[in-house]
């Protein structure tokens, strides 16, 4: 991770928060003083740490970190009075969101990077692998369209056709899309 986005009221707060990230290796850190400001920066910039610190001015900061969670966009950590963190944490932990009680101790406010930091490799692997299997359906879907088109042009049988695709991709040392890709257009309109 090395953008972090802090969303804070206080400005001393802001300034502590960033004071703590800066040495960690985050490039980028900015700051926000309303959640309305936040998403409007969220439409031109991309953040892998939101930190917000409640409360907001302009809206309940537990959704706030909700609706961040909700969408994905990087890890949460929400910093709550010490009175309000059970039950906040309790309620935000199935969207994702890390709670950290106030006053903040550095120490645990270092092992809740570190969870985000670690949570947030684990959603990278998991959307990596979810798009090469998106593909890897995408191009099955391909070939059996292809293998329906020899089926139904060729009056092969389905093993015939599926044997007639892998051959033509060695023959051509190309990949069994690439063969469905050319059959598909060749007869398909």
């Known amino acids: 991770m090395d953008s972090a986005l802090i969303v804070s009221s206080s400005e001393k707060g802001a300034e502590q928060l960033c004071s703590l990230l800066a040495p960690s290796g985050f490039l980028r850190i900015g700051t926000a003083k309303t959640s309305g400001e936040a998403r409007r920066i969220l439409t031109s910039e991309e953040y892998d740490l939101f930190i917000v610190n409640s409360p907001l001015p302009d809206e309940s900061s537990d959704e706030l970190a909700r609706r961040l969670a909700d969408m994905m966009f990087g890890e949460v950590l929400y910093l709550v009075r010490e009175d309000s963190y059970a039950e906040l944490s ?85 990949t069994r899309r690439q063969i469905a890709d050319s059959i598909l257009k060749t007869y398909e309109y």
Not at 132 to 158: F, G, P
Not at 159 to 169: L, N, S, V, Y
Request: glycine content about 2%.
């Open 90 to 174: 309790e309620r935000l932990s199935g969207y994702g969101v890390i709670c950290v009680s106030k006053p903040i101790h550095k120490s645990a406010f270092w092992s809740a990077v570190r969870l985000a930091e670690a949570s947030h490799s684990r959603y990278l692997r998991m959307r990596s692998e979810n798009i090469r299997l998106q593909q890897k359906i995408d191009d099955i879907r391909v070939i059996d369209r292809a293998k329906c088109i020899l089926i139904s042009n060729m009056k092969m049988t389905e093993p015939e056709a599926h044997k007639f695709i892998e051959r033509q991709a060695m023959d051509r040392r190309s």
